[in-house]
């Protein structure tokens, strides 16, 4: 399993839609839970949203419930989070992360539980 690589970042006004897309090398990309994270200027890193090996579980923080959908093609290796609704505060590097777990249905938002990480790329949300 290859590291995380994230494109689809930019800048967009408040109120504007981007797709981030994070694609993972190599195979078996269905035995790994995936997550998005995001590193604000001068904050810490937070877990935004996250989603099971299968697709049938995802979590996510209150900020963006109803805003952000997550999503996964496993046979492309792909997880792609849709991100509508924009907001300043959304502003940030945005990290992809994957782990393989043994749990179908379980994903979590806690760093310390994702193995490999990807670059990240930038998205901006002018006001």
């Known amino acids: 399993q290859s590291h995380p690589v994230e494109s689809g970042g930019g800048l967009v006004q408040s109120g504007g839609s981007l797709r981030l897309s994070c694609k993972v090398g190599g195979f078996g990309l269905e035995d790994y839970a995936v997550a998005w994270f995001r590193q604000a200027p001068g904050k810490e890193r937070e877990g935004v949203i996250c989603?099971?090996?299968?697709?049938?579980?995802?979590d996510y923080i209150e900020s963006v419930k109803g805003r952000f959908t997550i999503t996964r093609d496993n046979a492309k290796n792909t997880v792609t989070l849709e991100m509508n609704s924009l907001k300043p505060e959304d502003t940030g590097v945005y990290y992809c992360a994957s782990t393989w777990t043994s749990e179908y249905a379980v994903c979590e938002l806690t760093g310390s539980k994702y193995k490999d990480w990807g670059p990240g790329t930038q998205v901006t949300v002018s006001s």
């Open positions: 989603i099971s090996r299968t697709g049938r579980t995802t």
